[in-house]
């Protein structure tokens, strides 16, 4: 192909929203950059399609993004002057409970102490100190957990210490290190479901709340709990913004143009094979797919060491992946527990199901022996309450997630073929359970999304893993993916990693791709133009 023939300063393998990121960064900064993705379109998990009926645009991967107004690439970049925009839902989420209760919060902290204050008025007292304190080291910890290269836990028990945190604080000490979300939340709440609400928010961010240690970064998303906003228009719209970026400043993405061979030359990355031959990388290649695939598939064994690839090999995924059901409806959903709140009819992130922390352990635990609860609990948005474009007037879209394993016990990942259908029935009852006359007339038409078939289209979601990789105290921060590639370099001169394998972890962060931007400027010396986190 003659347009890839003179080669690129910079080759970044994948045009996921982290590559693209920093493929713009490093056009901006006066690079020639060249974004080669194997797929037909540009975005990774920026899926926006109409896979029930024309015109009902569903977000089949990415829904919620929680780092709008925080994460700098997006004014760095200038992404909302180049065709995004963002909704921010008033009712962020909810519960349903079996009773016919409800519980909400809203970005108006007022009216969510109001809703814990109907279940518990000491929780509701607990949950504004614990917010007003959060927030107000959100930026620092934001900074120092997410936008900087990964430190350890020790160096994070000496930054509460140094910003004075510890000894004043009620919420948030090195004791951290050893709690689950789990211990936090039974040590300063009361009310099984105000705990299953704030573990439910854990839980959709991938933190499984029985797991130790996990609590150490729990604040930081509970400082955010109020900042989950919707891309107008679909999540595409997001990477078509990126795409623009890149393009305004010189650099090219390529989809259908899959890198067979990271080539290695005097034992330096120098460019990439693909099926229209070499394009050479005069300064760097920079690889946003997951280890596994960019040292056992892309790189010839003689050009890594044998340690790396031994621990590579040993890299973990998530014991849970998501079941996805889509649906096309006839308008929008209204519920029973909106007698008792009717706020919940507003709520954009539903749980029903969750309604005590042995809820999440009992489903995790079904999760881990490959078994499908009998009756799901559902993770449900309707991004319609608050996009109306993303489908004809009157209707609306919705989306049901459910924990589930990528193997099942009875058959492994195959025997999801058999089994969609039913789960996918039995996951619509139980929403339109929850619905004044049972949602007679609401659904025009549904389609499932297995973990197998998730992982199949999206290959970087090994096993399903939307994350890229687990999360556990072992698998983060300084250790992620491993501890000799958690600072996004490799032992390959001129290789980067810049994927969701690295610090901090998967969802529309950008922080993979900002952080491996600030270790390639310090190595090529760039003049760092960008804001400094």
């Known amino acids: ?110 009216k969510t102490a109001a809703s814990f204050a109907r279940f518990s008025r000491k929780d509701a007292d607990t949950w504004l100190r614990l917010f007003a304190e959060v927030s107000g080291y959100l930026d620092l910890m934001v900074r120092t957990l997410m936008y900087a290269p990964p430190i350890t836990l020790r160096d ?34 009361e009310n099984d479901r105000i705990k299953a609400m704030l573990a439910f928010h854990a839980a959709i961010c991938a933190y499984q709340p029985h797991v130790p240690g996990l609590a150490v970064t729990y604040p930081v998303l509970l400082g955010k709990i109020t900042n989950w906003q919707l891309c107008k228009g679909g999540s595409h719209r997001l990477a078509h913004a990126l795409m623009r970026v890149i393009v305004k400043a010189g650099g090219r993405v390529f989809p259908q143009v899959p890198v067979e061979k990271i080539v290695v030359e005097g034992g330096r990355a120098v460019g990439v094979m693909t099926p229209d031959g070499f394009v050479r990388a005069r300064r760097l290649v920079a690889s946003s797919l997951d280890v596994n695939q960019t040292f056992q598939s892309l790189l010839e064994p003689g050009a890594v060491p ?131 006359d049972g949602g007679a007339g609401l659904v025009r038409r549904w389609i499932t999304e297995t973990p197998l078939e998730i992982s199949q289209k999206m290959i970087n979601y090994r096993y399903g893993d939307w994350m890229v990789g687990r999360i556990h105290p072992k698998s983060l921060l300084e250790n992620r993916p491993t501890q000799e590639l958690a600072q996004y370099r490799t032992p390959i001169p001129g290789l980067y990693l810049c994927g969701a394998s690295q610090h901090p972890h998967g969802y529309i962060t950008f922080a993979p791709g900002y952080n491996a931007l600030t270790v390639i400027a310090e190595d090529l010396g760039l003049e760092k133009w960008w804001a400094q986190v």
């Open 1 to 110: 192909m003659a347009m890839l023939s003179d080669g690129f300063d910079a080759i970044v393998i994948g045009a996921g929203h982290n590559g693209m990121a920093l493929a713009a960064y490093l056009a901006k900064s006066g690079l020639s950059v060249a974004v080669l993705e194997r797929r037909t379109e540009e975005g990774g998990g920026l899926c926006t399609e109409e896979v029930t009926e024309p015109n009902f645009l569903h977000n089949l991967h990415s829904n919620y993004h929680s780092l709008v107004g925080i994460c700098p690439v997006y004014d760095d970049l200038a992404l909302h002057d180049n065709g995004v925009e963002y909704v921010h839902p008033a009712v962020q989420m909810g519960s349903i409970f079996s009773d016919g209760s409800a519980l909400t919060i809203h970005t108006d902290m007022e």
């Open 156 to 189: 994070i028990t000496r930054a509460l210490a140094s910003w004075g945190v510890e000894d004043k604080s009620e919420f948030l000490t090195a004791r951290l290190r050893s709690m689950s979300v789990a211990d936090f939340l039974d040590r300063h709440f």
């Open 306 to 436: 044998a340690r790396t690839l031994e621990e590579v090999a040993g890299v973990q995924y998530q014991d849970a992946s998501l079941f996805n059901v889509h649906l096309a409806m006839n308008g929008l959903p209204r519920y029973r527990a909106a007698a008792f709140d009717p706020d919940i009819d507003r709520a954009w992130i539903l749980n029903l199901g969750f309604e005590s922390l042995a809820d999440f352990e009992d489903e995790f635990a079904s999760v881990r022996a490959g078994r499908l609860p009998a009756v799901p609990r559902l993770n449900a948005a309707v991004n319609s309450l608050y996009d109306p474009t993303d489908a004809p007037p009157g209707m609306a879209t919705g989306l049901l997630r459910v924990f589930a394993p990528f193997a099942l016990a009875d058959g492994g990942a195959e025997a999801w073929s058999r089994e969609a259908r039913a789960y996918g029935e039995r996951a619509v009852e139980r929403w339109l359970g929850a619905m004044v």
